[in-house]
């Protein structure tokens, strides 16, 4: 098993910057996808983010040059830096943990962007 606990959520104003933190721990690999998901009311869950064991990442079009997702072998902890945040972003965010063993969701952390 893998436990995630995610956190950094909050209120922000449009225009401004938060960063999710999903950290990890049980069953930690080598070998790893890592997704960030977001779910805005009303609406289907979907792709933000995704950052693989060797480093690479992809994006939803609509974050690509806003958010960058990344991580810290050592804490076993990822991140997803969100900037220029818009009104549109506003969902609750999950982390996704992905290898051998199984797939994993962390319990989600709400991001509103408001003024």
């Known amino acids: 098993q893998v436990q995630l606990v995610e956190s950094g959520g909050g209120l922000v104003q449009p225009g401004g910057s938060l960063r999710l933190s999903c950290a990890a721990s049980?069953?930690?690999?080598?070998?790893?996808?890592v997704h960030w998901y977001r779910q805005a009311p009303g609406k289907q869950r979907e792709f933000v983010a995704r950052?693989?064991?060797?480093?690479?990442?992809l994006y939803l079009d609509s974050v690509q040059g806003r958010f960058i997702i990344s991580e810290d072998n050592a804490k076993n902890t990822f991140y997803l830096q969100m900037n220029s945040l818009e009104p549109e972003d506003t969902a609750v965010y999950y982390c996704?943990?992905?290898?051998?063993?199984?797939?994993?969701w962390g319990q989600g952390t709400q991001v509103t962007v408001s003024s």
């Open positions: 049980g069953n930690i690999f080598s070998r790893f996808v």
């Open positions: 996704n943990y992905h290898n051998s063993l199984g797939n994993f």
């Open positions: 950052i693989t064991n060797d480093g690479g990442t």
